[in-house]
């Protein structure tokens, strides 16, 4: 059974159009994130919701929407894609926000705009 | 806020030899610290962490590290390099407060000669 799970994998698509990643933990914990990751491999968080609710939502296109219709999901839409938006996308739980509990991340879902 | 910088983008040993990853900390409160592997096409894994108990933490396959406040440092060792070591490896940091959630490094990728 995996603890974090994306879905999908790979997403190719065409610039303009409108995608969403889904993401479920059942581990049970409060928090759950999306990070993005480049080409470069650098890992910048985009969002966190702790028990449904947005904590951080950092300085992302408001194309990019957070949705977390409970605390094991979060999903991502992605609105006008564009070509920067390109990356490897994972999302990751942890048991609390606070305390030093480290992340459980999903296999990360790759992203290609053309 | 807090930050991490990792020295060496790129660290190449022999197999058998000793792996040194460094990182150093920012931070502006007592920080809890991690450090991450990445596989090829995988997401990252938990490797160990910091939370101000023991200053030398234990991890999984081997993997060691320091936390030396004097020198705001959490290298990352293991004594004897393994072909399967071969891997990205981040270093990342989170505060006690919780207001700033997990921070990564640029990562350093490790490569293993046989």
């Known amino acids: 059974d995996t603890a974090v799970s994306q879905t999908p994998k790979y997403l190719v698509t065409q610039m303009g159009n409108d995608k969403s990643i889904k993401c479920e933990q059942n581990l049970g914990h409060d928090t759950m994130y999306w990070y993005k990751q480049d080409s470069k491999k650098f890992l910048k968080i985009m969002f966190s919701?702790?028990?449904?609710?947005?904590?951080i939502n950092e300085t992302v296109p408001n194309r990019f929407s957070p949705k977390s219709p409970d605390k094991a999901h979060l999903n991502l839409h992605i609105n006008s894609l564009e070509l920067g938006d390109s990356a490897v996308y994972f999302c990751?739980?942890?048991?609390?926000?606070?305390?030093?509990?480290?992340?459980?991340f999903g296999s990360g879902t790759r992203l290609t705009v053309v | 806020a807090q930050s991490v910088t990792q020295l060496g983008s790129h660290v190449s040993v022999s197999e058998g030899a000793l792996v040194l990853l460094r990182c150093n900390y920012s931070?502006?409160?007592?920080?809890?610290l991690f450090w991450y592997v990445q596989y090829p096409n995988q997401g990252l894994q938990l490797l160990l962490k910091?939370?101000?108990?023991?200053?030398l933490v234990k991890g999984i396959n081997g993997f060691e590290a320091e936390f030396k406040k004097s020198e705001t440092s959490f290298h990352l060792t293991k004594p004897s390099a393994h072909m399967s070591d071969a891997a990205e490896y981040f270093c990342a940091v989170s505060d006690l407060t919780g207001h700033n959630d997990m921070r990564f490094g640029a990562g350093t990728r490790l490569t293993v000669k046989p």
């Open positions: 990751a739980s942890s048991q609390k926000r606070t305390g030093g509990y480290g992340y459980t």
């Open positions: 919701y702790n028990n449904k609710e947005l904590i």
């Open positions: 931070s502006s409160v007592p920080p809890y």
């Open positions: 910091y939370t101000s108990a023991a200053t």
